[in-house]
Nanobody, 117 residues
């Protein structure tokens, strides 16, 4: 059973870079046909997909956040990382990582990130 766990700071100052890591167990992030996604949910709003990194290492981002988003991976640690630059309070949300293979198969429990000075 694949399990995902998000980690990172819960508080980020405006204009700084938000950085979160997703640690994966029970499966390799290089496994064929898997895509590893980041999703967030601001308070009182719906889920917003941010982007993914594929088993091959290729990436794809939401057009609305593409200029500020970067997803990378460390295959030796079986982790992938989200970086979101120039954050504002509107980036405050619960951030989730997920495994996608035709549909969202596995989710992390989510981590709250608040952007505030």
């Amino acid at each position: 059973q694949v399990q995902l766990q998000e980690s990172g700071p819960g508080l980020v100052k405006p204009s700084q870079t938000l950085s979160l890591t997703c640690s994966v167990s029970g499966g390799l992030i290089t496994a064929n046909t898997d895509y590893w996604s980041w999703i967030r949910q601001p308070p009182g709003k719906g889920l917003e997909w941010l982007g993914w990194i594929a088993y091959s290492g290729s990436t794809y981002y939401s057009p609305s956040l593409k200029s500020r988003t970067s997803i990378s991976r460390d295959t030796s640690k079986n982790q992938f990382t989200l970086q979101l630059t120039s954050v504002t309070p509107e980036d405050s949300a619960v951030y989730y990582c997920a495994r996608v293979n035709g549909y969202f198969v596995n989710w992390g429990q989510g981590t709250q990130v608040t952007v505030s000075s």
